[in-house]
């Protein structure tokens, strides 16, 4: 199994940048895709974006395209997602997940392991 922990949210205003990470513990980091969730207020959580285990290839929902950018480093078992340009409507709960499987997954049912979260807020 692997634990995965969110940090690095918090408050920011419109414009601004954040960037989380996802920090891993247990069964080897490196073998797992990791793919970034959001769950805005009064919405179902959804797919930002994906990258994987071996050449760190990403994959980003077309909402997250061009904002978001995801990253990892297997040497200190943590990934990363920065987001730019932040709006309101950024507000979010935000999820790490892991999954071996071959292909980055879009759905939650594609990833075995969570996190528990991290909150970032936009103000206006």
């Known amino acids: 199994q692997v634990q995965l922990v969110e940090s690095g949210g918090g408050l920011v205003q419109a414009g601004g940048s954040l960037r989380l990470s996802c920090v891993a513990s247990g069964r080897a980091f490196s073998s797992y895709n990791i793919g970034w969730f959001r769950q805005a207020p009064g919405k179902e959580r959804e797919f930002v974006g994906a990258?994987?285990?071996?050449?760190?290839?990403?994959y980003y929902a077309d909402s997250a395209k061009g904002r978001f950018a995801i990253s990892r480093d297997n040497d200190k078992n943590t990934a990363y997602r920065q987001m730019n340009t932040l709006q309101p409507e950024g507000t979010a709960v935000y999820y790490c997940a892991a999954t071996m499987a071959e292909c980055l997954g879009t759905g939650g049912v594609a990833y075995d392991y969570w996190g528990r979260g991290t909150q970032d807020t936009v103000s206006s």
């Open positions: 990258i994987s285990w071996s050449e760190g290839t990403t």
